[in-house]
């Protein structure tokens, strides 16, 4: 019997049952990141920010960059996307006033524990960021982010879970 008579029979004997599952949001926030930095995945995690969830994806590019891209957990739609740059980049130097140890200060004030990575960051719209990830005391992951001109938090979130390295 060929396919697509199959699945017609089997749909009109079986109208309650999905015979295709539809796309869940992590596989349109995986198709959607990289047709817009095509490469290879390093790292998913799931993420809380201001009470929503959302994934992160880790992409070494064909550009030869690296990209980071943040999708709504319920929709799969690309919130941000983040460009990782090293931290003797002459990009990030020439605009940086504030030093990585004066943004770990800021970063561990608010949320006391270990610093286990930092990156360097150009945000979507051109501004720079050193983003640590801290393991608190309680055990928790927090990924924050300090502004690299002004010396204050722009943003933080609980990593709930992370798999592949970077």
Not at 62 to 73: F, P
Not at 87 to 114: M, V
């Amino acid at each position: 019997m060929k396919q697509p008579l199959l699945i017609g029979l089997l749909s009109v004997m079986l109208p309650g049952v999905a015979l295709a599952a539809e796309p869940t949001p992590l596989d349109l926030c995986v198709k959607a990141a990289l047709e817009a930095h095509p490469g290879k995945i390093k790292s998913l995690s799931s993420e809380i920010e201001d009470g929503k969830s959302q994934f992160e994806l880790d992409i070494k590019g064909l550009d030869g960059k690296y990209w980071e891209v943040e999708c709504d957990a319920l929709t799969g739609k690309i919130n941000r996307t983040e460009r990782e740059i090293r931290a003797h980049s002459t990009e990030f130097k020439s605009k940086a006033k504030i030093s990585r140890e004066d943004a770990t200060k800021t970063a561990l004030a608010k949320y006391p524990g270990k610093v286990i990575n930092t990156e360097y960051d150009i945000e979507d719209d051109g501004e720079i960021s050193y983003e640590f990830i801290i393991q608190t005391k309680e055990g928790k992951y927090i990924e924050v982010e300090v502004d690299a001109v002004t010396g204050k938090l722009a943003g933080e979130e609980e990593v709930l879970y992370h798999i592949g390295g970077k």
